[in-house]
């Protein structure tokens, strides 16, 4: 088994081995993962913190040893903390990250970072205001960053902020957590969940107070939620159709 380390800021990750295949989601710097396949351009890895699989540029990470792999699973994250940022590297050449990069690899990547940053779980009265840092995000999807984002990319970066690892897909994060019976039983923090037509999850959004949801759609925008689903406030209209509320934080 091979082990790699991302020194870039933001990297694509693909379905297949190929710069024109669908964008699946993003590597950010600092992420570490096990690489599965390894062919002469593309290896195809396994991301270590929500277990995601898709082909990476090998121009695009670094090698490490299994042992730098062990010992950066064992530490608690410290992640970059404003939308961008930068390192430096050992020829004091600067080089943007992006909210929530992970800043553990920097020794095996010989980089220095000197902005802000945070470590370890934060109180769930915290997730909300995170979530505002990428209100009016692009949707995009694969996107995990405040210049291109989707709903599913959206809940668990905001969440990885607060120190909480979700999976990475809508359906993957609607299998995580207690399900609550009525809207009034959540509470600012919790997850909203929405199915298509087939019955399929295929949206989720972060419940804040007096009934509104803040979510990925289009933009990263703020609606309103009820027994059925979002109300957009714009077209008036609901979008969304409701299906499950889980709350993964307890208050």
Known sequence: ??????????????????DTSELV????????????EHRKVWSRIRLSFDKYEGWIDNKQFQFIEE????????????LSTDLVDFISDKNNQLHPIILGSNLNGLPFLKHNFEGSKSKGKLDK?????TSLLYLNTPYLWGGK???GIDCSGFTQMVYRLNGFNILRDASQQASQGDALSFIEESSPGDLAFFDNNEGDITHVGIIMENHRIIHAHGKVRIDLLDHSGIYNVDTQNHTHKLRVIKRIVSS
């Open 1 to 18: 088994m091979q082990y790699g380390l991302c020194y870039l800021s933001v990297v694509p990750l693909r379905l297949e081995p190929s």
């Open 25 to 36: 989601s993003q590597v950010l710097y600092g992420d570490f993962f096990k690489v599965l």
């Open 67 to 78: 042992l730098a792999y062990k010992e950066l699973e064992k530490e608690t994250p410290i």
């Open 125 to 129: 009265s915290n997730i909300v205001n």
């Open 145 to 147: 960053t405040p210049f």
